[in-house]
């Protein structure tokens, strides 16, 4: 199970686990409990991999940032959300040198660290996403450029064809 899965429902704490679509939301349980609650449209819900945060040249996604936690404490939880602001904020600066001081709060970096210490105790580990391979990419490439020029030579037709019929 990847990010894909796992919500952050606000007004409830903890994540949730997508587990079942209904017709007004959907179903979701409790990392931590275990106790399933239904979840209309009207919450306001953030999957975790959506979520990125700001850095000074680009954004990056919550799953890499959780990676290199993961990477740095070797699979074990982080320092605690509820450490003072400056342990936190060198914490981060650690794990994501360039984040935007200015647009990333402590707030956001207490969430961060607390969810990230939620999955690892309730033993999910896995925050890579779901990308293919080099090689898919480069065919996806491929195949882009291969439409780009074929609508190209398209269009060159259709330009041909109009003169012509102008010419007549």
Do not use: C
Request: glycine fraction near 8%; avoid cysteine; charged fraction near 35%.
């Amino acid at each position: 199970m990847g990010l894909e899965k796992i919500l952050s429902i606000s007004g409830k704490p903890g994540l949730y686990e997508l587990t079942a679509q209904t017709r007004g939301g959907f179903v979701a349980k409790s990392i931590t409990e275990g106790n399933k609650i239904s979840v209309n449209v009207r919450h306001n819900v953030s999957l975790l991999s959506e979520i990125a945060v700001y850095t000074y040249t680009e954004e990056v996604p919550l799953g890499t940032i959780f990676q290199k936690i993961h990477e740095k404490e070797d699979g074990k939880t982080a320092i605690d959300h509820k450490a003072s602001k400056k342990e936190l904020e060198n914490y981060f600066a650690e794990v994501l040198p360039d984040y935007d001081v200015d647009r990333v709060y402590q707030s956001d970096i207490k969430k961060i660290i607390q969810w990230y210490n939620l999955l690892v105790t309730n033993g999910f580990t896995d925050f890579s996403r779901e990308e293919p391979a080099d090689e898919d990419k480069a065919e996806v490439e491929s195949k882009k450029e291969e439409n780009g020029k074929k609508e190209v030579k398209e269009e060159e037709g259709k330009k041909e064809d109009k003169s012509k019929g102008e010419e007549e």
